[in-house]
């Protein structure tokens, strides 16, 4: 019987795989959702439109996957993910599965946006040391955000995902970079226009930018984020 429902789960797997863009699972969440675990992952199931549809979630090495039958008959039902697929019953399918799918994500998931391994040595350094978090402060930039001093509540810390065509260099990859506060005095000393650049989207006068690729080293980076939290005060917006 174990080898059956393995050969179920995983062909369950095959089907219905979601990318959530900016998100990671965090698995100590699950259980409290209602996901029950065993040796194959993580199954959690709900049924919705009044009975009539069974949703199962499963997650799986960090990933979701769905699965959407019909009771009655048995059969999976597909049709709530075809884009174009139309009708007033399809549309009551798709609103209840895309709000399990949104409770999901709202519970047991956190953002993810900066994957760097550089990127996440700033956040756990920022996090132990500060015991800030990263703010997501624009909806229609998800890949930007701020760590701001809880005093003054001012911005001591600029995360973003850019192309490195925008910040001066001749190539269209994109990189995690982070801008932080200097001493307009210190400018000319610290832009090298290499290592330590500009700060392209911010004012150049108060602000400079390293690209988070092993370019500077980590140690150097926090103690140049240590020096940016100083100068965040109300008089150095």
Request: proline share 2%; charged share 30%; glycine share 6%.
């Amino acid at each position: 019987m174990r080898a059956q429902n393995n050969v179920r789960f995983n062909a369950l797997l095959c089907n219905n795989f979601f990318v959530i863009k900016h998100k990671q699972i965090v698995t100590d969440k699950l259980i409290p959702f209602g996901f029950e675990q065993s040796d194959q992952g993580f199954a959690f199931s709900k049924y919705i439109l009044d009975g009539q549809f069974d949703l199962k979630l499963f997650v799986k090495n960090g990933e979701l996957f769905s699965c959407l039958t019909e009771r009655e008959f048995g059969n999976e039902y597909v049709l709530h993910l075809i884009a174009d697929a139309q009708g007033e019953f399809v549309g009551k399918v798709k609103a209840e599965y895309n709000c399990v799918l949104d409770k999901f994500i709202e519970s047991c998931c956190e953002t993810n946006v900066f994957r760097s391994e550089q990127a996440c040595a700033v956040i756990e350094y920022v996090r132990k040391s500060y015991g800030d978090e990263l703010q997501y402060l624009w909806e229609k930039f998800p890949e930007n955000a701020v760590f701001k001093r809880k005093d003054t509540q001012t911005r001591y810390a600029v995360l973003l995902v850019v192309s490195r065509r925008k910040i001066g260099f001749d190539s269209d990859e994109k990189n995690d970079i982070i801008y932080l506060r200097m001493r307009p005095d210190n400018a000319e000393k610290l832009i090298d226009g290499k290592v330590y650049l500009p700060g392209y989207h911010m004012n150049k006068k108060n602000w400079f930018a390293v690209v988070l690729d092993g370019s500077a080293p980590t140690e150097e980076i926090f103690r140049r984020i240590d020096d940016s939290y100083s100068l965040a005060n109300k008089k150095c917006k």
